[in-house]
């Protein structure tokens, strides 16, 4: 991986230029009216040297008056003082240009030291490296590429240590992107691969040299104050944290976002919240985090008439400018005044119709929270509601809502494992409160993996999408057609002739890029046309009759895609049941840890072993029943299949995979990603094969139906040849049950990367006379509970 702490430099070159700035001028210019003044503009443009290269010399200073005003093009004048905008060379530390609140902005600023932008090591080179990059793949490599999470900077404010985030907008329209020597390929999983590594920039200079592009022209940099929205965003991130209303960072990193939000830099945050008993509860502890300002009153604390039990009662915010100057003091707001409040904000935590808590906001200077106030947090307040009713639940429960802190989603099989890590670690953070959560190894599991995958989904797919696109292109030119025999217009014609062009790409291969040019044609430019000839009483019926035929949500013919989805997910959640149900089932038998994924299709992994139980025995007796189990399962699911077939609105078929592993493997839980994952390199390569075997080929043999994987049949996967022996074992048990029927096919897998010798073995599931019911198949899960209790 890249160590971003090192990485200094942009690797690429940039060539300042201003040609496309000046053809933009030239054509707005020819287009639109002529005038002495646009003659006299466009004979400067002509004159000057300001479409060749301008390199490190920059603008002439003749002609920066004349780049100024083009620049007017992206810069409005008007909006200077607060539109924060520059125009960069690619890669420049310094704008040449930009607006006086831009140099406002970041004047005597550092862009490593002063500012932190949202990738990995928060350095300008590594963001800068990476767009690049990304613009390099998109335009030579994968068009279709697709990157949408947003730039973002942070800057602290020098004098109030508050935090403002911006997120920034580049528009490339003046840049080009130069390949010096043809680019070299890149193989598509290579591609793939990279797309989903993007912070890997090592990685990615390996395939794409930097030496081999340059970028010309410039670039424009629009700054968008997003603070009050990634504050807020990422306030409820961290309320979802399960200890959030104990953790001091966590309440530090709150009060000071709250502060940048109200531009506050000594805005203070408490909580206070009901008990079980409906007593109020104050944080007045020695600890700052959420403490209370109202534990200050004189006298205890009694609430009535105060301003905390109206906004309890009257579950609504309520502000006071001014505490010294408030008519209806009582004890508890002369408490506030002893602690140096001036100003506060409460607002109650609503769950349901109960008020469980309230949000307190103070500040000690007068008239700095107000109603106004409160309309920025009304998005958080449901966030902070969980967070608190969480907490009155974690009185009761502190070492589980520890455990939960660390680790989500644990799967109930191994939350004693997490139970014991949560005691330890509760121990030492009394005395560190940095401790971490020791690592979550189980060691010595049985991996089994089970796919069950739509066959040539991806083909189904790119069919229906031809289909129905075709469909959609010819009805289009039908009612053009007819507009075109009323109304004599010749963009009807053109129309029509590239409605030809698409339908002619369509007999083709259509690619993803391709679907979405034609998608953009007909919503962007036939309908559009449509809809103007909409109210002609006339026209308006061969319109009305198009528009019946689209999909009301799409806006597009979307029939057989439609059907084609609606199949599919039939089928995943028919199979995905299935296994619920079987899954729940052997947990009885024998506790397990177990995950289950959808795509185009459903896959299930299992890991079972001495290390994942506390109380009971593991022996190879379960790991035999565990094997015969799963295959008892999926000869459920293809007889199963006989129920939805007929309701199927797109003939789909199934395939089915077994991988079986004979050896052992550790797992372990990456807190990082919040999910386990085998660990080391001989463990890996299961992983690896997991992966790519369901692409796998019957050796020597080169048509499709050589595929591993067909339909009506299960095929298991090992590398062994005992587990072979083992396996047909399970299969006179199988055919004696009159679940499977035929020979038992012993095959040679082809290579693959990663996966060399394996071979398989593929068994034929019988059909039963007649579609099983639901009661046959509650009688099919007591079935293998009863073999697994036998065996």
Not at 214 to 242: C, N, P, W
Not at 336 to 350: C, D, E, H, M, Q
Not at 378 to 405: C, D, H, S, W, Y
Not at 566 to 574: A, R, T, V
């Amino acid at each position: 991986m890249t160590d971003y702490t090192q990485f200094e430099k942009v690797p690429y070159r940039s060539v300042f230029g201003l040609k496309r700035l000046v053809e933009f001028w030239e054509k707005k210019l020819s287009n639109g009216p002529k005038s002495e003044w646009t003659t006299q503009l466009l004979e400067r443009i002509a004159n000057s040297p300001l479409k060749q290269p301008l390199g490190e010399d920059g603008i002439p200073g003749e002609y920066q008056d004349l780049v100024e005003f083009m620049l007017g093009a992206a810069f409005p004048y008007s909006m200077g003082s607060t539109d924060l905008a520059a125009a960069v060379v690619p890669f420049a530390r310094m704008p040449f240009y930009s607006t006086p609140a831009f140099k406002e902005l970041l004047a005597g600023r550092n862009l490593d030291e002063d500012i932190c932008i949202n990738v990995p090591g928060g350095k300008y080179a590594v963001a800068a490296t990476l767009q690049a990059s990304l613009q390099i793949l998109k335009k030579f490599y994968k068009p279709d590429l697709d990157y949408n999470r947003p730039m973002l900077i942070t800057i602290t404010d020098r004098e109030s240590g508050l935090e403002k985030v911006y997120k920034i907008q580049v528009d490339n329209r003046f840049c080009d992107i130069v390949a010096k020597r043809e680019p070299e390929p890149i193989d598509p999983h290579v591609l793939k691969f990279l797309t989903e590594k993007i912070y890997d920039l090592d990685l990615l200079l390996q395939y794409i040299r930097p030496d081999n592009f340059e970028f010309h022209g410039f670039l424009i940099m629009r700054f968008t104050d997003v603070t009050q929205e990634e504050m807020l965003s990422a306030i409820k991130y961290e309320l979802i944290a399960k200890d959030s209303i104990g953790n001091p960072d966590i309440f530090r990193s709150i009060q000071q976002k709250l502060r940048s939000i109200m531009e506050q830099p000594d805005l203070r945050v408490g909580l206070a919240y009901f008990d079980p008993n409906n007593n109020l509860v104050l944080n007045s502890s020695s600890s700052d985090c959420w403490k209370s300002v109202a534990g200050y009153a004189p006298g205890g604390c009694d609430y009535a008439g105060s301003v905390y039990e109206r906004s309890w009662v009257e579950k609504r915010s309520i502000a006071i400018d001014d505490v010294a100057s408030y008519p209806y003091r009582t004890r508890i707001e002369d408490g506030l005044l002893i602690a140096g409040v001036r100003s506060v904000l409460l607002s109650p935590l609503v769950d349901g119709d109960e008020t469980i808590g309230l949000l307190e906001l103070s500040s000690p200077r007068p008239g700095m929270l107000t109603a106004a106030s409160a309309a920025k947090l009304e998005n958080a307040l449901p966030m902070f509601t969980v967070a608190v009713k969480r907490a009155k639940a974690e009185m009761e429960t502190g070492i589980r809502a520890l455990i939960q802190e660390e680790c989500t989603a644990i799967h109930p099989s191994v939350q004693w494992r997490f139970f014991q890590a949560g005691l330890r670690l509760l121990n030492q953070r009394r005395t560190d409160p940095t401790a971490r959560l020791e690592e979550i190894v189980f060691r010595n599991v049985y991996p089994f993996f089970g796919m069950i995958d739509i066959r040539n989904s991806s083909r189904e797919r790119n069919a229906a999408i031809q289909l129905d696109l075709q469909e959609n292109l010819r009805m289009a030119a039908t009612v053009l057609g007819h507009l075109s025999g009323k109304a004599s217009l010749p963009l009807l014609d053109e129309l029509i002739f590239r409605i030809g062009k698409h339908l002619a790409l369509t007999n083709g291969h259509l690619s993803s890029g391709d679907e979405i040019r034609i998608l953009e044609f007909l919503k962007g430019e036939i309908h559009p046309v449509l809809d103007h000839f909409a109210e002609d009483p006339t026209l308006g019926k061969w319109i009305q009759e198009y528009k019946s035929q689209l999909d009301p949500k799409f806006g597009v013919v979307y029939k057989r895609r439609g059907a084609f989805e609606d199949s599919l997910n039939k089928i995943n959640s028919f199979v995905a049941d299935i296994i619920d149900q079987a899954e729940e089932s052997a947990q009885r038998m024998f506790p397990h840890y177990f995950e289950k994924y959808k795509t185009d299709g459903v896959e299930f992994t299992l890991y079972l072993g001495d290390s994942l139980v506390q109380d009971r025995k593991f022996n190879e007796f379960y790991l035999r029943n565990f094997r015969l189990w799963q295959l008892i399962l999926m000869c459920s699911v293809e007889q199963q299949m006989a129920l939805i077939r007929p309701e199927l609105k797109t003939p789909l078929d199934i395939t089915q995979l077994i991988l079986v592993h004979d050896q052992p493997v550790t797992i372990r839980f990456r807190a990082d990603e919040r999910r386990f994952d085998v660990d080391g390199a001989y463990d890996i390569r299961y992983e690896i094969i997991k992966k790519r075997i369901d692409k796998a080929r019957i050796k020597d043999e080169k048509d499709d139906m050589q595929r591993l994987t067909q339909p009506g049949k299960i095929a298991i996967v090992y590398s062994q040849p005992r587990m072979a022996q083992e396996y047909k074992e399970y299969f006179s048990h199988l055919r004696s049950k009159k679940l499977i029927t035929g020979e038992v096919e012993d095959l040679e897998l082809e290579e693959l990367p990663g996966a060399i010798g394996l071979r398989a073995l593929r068994i034929t599931v019988a059909q039963p006379q007649a579609p099983r019911n639901i009661a046959s198949e509650k009688e099919l899960l007591k079935d293998i509970e009863q073999v697994m209790e036998f065996n």
